[in-house]
């Protein structure tokens, strides 16, 4: 296909393909920025017991978890982040780490990428854990 969706798809699947791709391409525009930064992607989509982590990728000294939300506005990305969501991800980190213990390093943060309609703007360390 060709990146649209077929006209004799349902209208709620219509919207849910819709996102879909919004939130591949704001996958995409994020894996992107952290390669420019001088980071290697690890995993996109990564599947843990514990739930899916958008990017995981590393540098010598950091590794890094970020989680992607593209919205209407950065304000409804933003707040797309909740705290369960937060709780999920850094579940999921420790599964994935336990998983692959060489992506170890010597700093973990957890950032997250907004899209909304533009550039992404990735917030660094916005995921703090104790």
């Known amino acids: 296909m060709n990146g649209q969706t077929p006209s004799f798809i349902k209208p709620s699947a219509r919207k849910r393909r819709a996102a879909e791709i919004l939130g591949r391409n704001a996958e995409d525009d994020a894996a992107n920025l952290l390669r420019e930064a001088g980071f290697t992607v690890l995993a996109r989509r990564l599947r843990?017991?514990?739930g899916e982590i958008d990017l995981v990728a590393a540098n010598a000294r950091m590794l890094v978890f970020v989680e992607v939300k593209a919205?209407?506005?950065l304000a409804e990305?933003?707040?797309a982040v909740s705290a369960r969501q937060q709780a999920?991800?850094?579940a999921a980190a420790e599964s994935a780490l336990a998983q692959n213990p060489g992506w170890a390093r010597p700093e973990t943060r957890f950032d997250v990428a907004l899209v909304a309609g533009g550039p992404?703007?990735?917030?660094e360390d916005a995921i703090r854990y104790s």
């Not at 992404?120 to 917030?123: A, L, P, R, T």
């Open 48 to 50: 843990t017991g514990a």
């Open 71 to 73: 919205r209407g506005s």
């Open 77 to 79: 990305a933003a707040y």
């Open 88 to 90: 999920r991800l850094l």
């Open 120 to 123: 992404v703007q990735i917030i």
